[in-house]
């Protein structure tokens, strides 16, 4: 089975199901009726995958939910993530995303959630019961997710038998999985979204291997 990276760009892309490109203005195209993903391909910070190795070996434990004013985000995040080197070019980028989804979908509070991982969080396909998501993957493996060509949605959830999804059935055509790069900044269109109740995107959390980790952040409405 192959895993497969969105291509890099040199400038934003129209594919059927998600848009990808390297200006975050890419991302106000979740708004289109056939757009169930948007990534925006930024150029990689060291000093981010720094700080993320770090709060992984010291603070593996340590999961922030917070629930965040788009206006105290910055004061917020300085009490809430911890001390450690490169903590204000982590801060500043993370008050980064919080601003740009408070624009985008014109919120004031805003779920956040960090979470340093071992295992799979979620381990199968499935379509999340939301609006939309922002998702990061700070360090480690990113999250894995499905074109619509390459899905048999009968076999979601209760569909698949209990059975994982190499043998659910739930992968068609040529089984190829995407994945989003590490940070890469990825918004997923659930199944709350008015008008796509039945075409949320299919994803799941990459399988981590033993001694494997990751730094999972994700941004919702509150």
Request: glycine fraction near 8%; charge should be negative.
């Amino acid at each position: 089975m192959q895993l497969n990276s969105p291509p890099t760009l040199n400038s934003n892309i129209d594919c059927p199901g998600f848009q990808v490109g390297q200006d975050p203005s890419v991302l106000t195209s979740i708004y289109d009726d056939q757009t169930n993903m948007a990534i925006w391909q930024r150029q990689h910070q060291k000093v981010l995958d720094l700080y993320a190795q770090e709060w992984i070996q010291r603070h593996p434990f340590h999961t922030p939910r917070i629930i965040l004013s788009a206006d105290k985000a910055l004061d917020q995040l300085d009490e809430l993530l911890p001390d450690l080197d490169y903590k204000d070019e982590f801060q500043q980028d993370v008050a980064l995303l919080v601003d740009m989804f408070s624009c985008l979908f014109d919120a004031n509070e805003i779920g956040l959630r960090i979470a340093p991982l071992t295992k799979a969080m979620c381990p199968r396909f499935h379509v999340d019961k939301i609006p939309c998501r922002l998702i990061i993957n700070y360090g480690g493996l990113g999250t894995e997710w499905l074109l619509e060509e390459n899905v048999n949605r009968h076999y979601l959830g209760r569909g698949a038998k209990g059975l994982p999804d190499h043998q659910s059935g739930i992968l068609r055509g040529d089984e190829t999985i995407q994945q989003v790069s590490t940070q890469q900044v990825a918004l997923l269109k659930g199944s709350g979204w008015i008008g796509n109740e039945k075409h949320g995107l299919v994803h799941r959390s990459p399988d981590l291997s033993s001694g494997q980790t990751r730094l999972l952040l994700t941004l919702d409405f509150s």
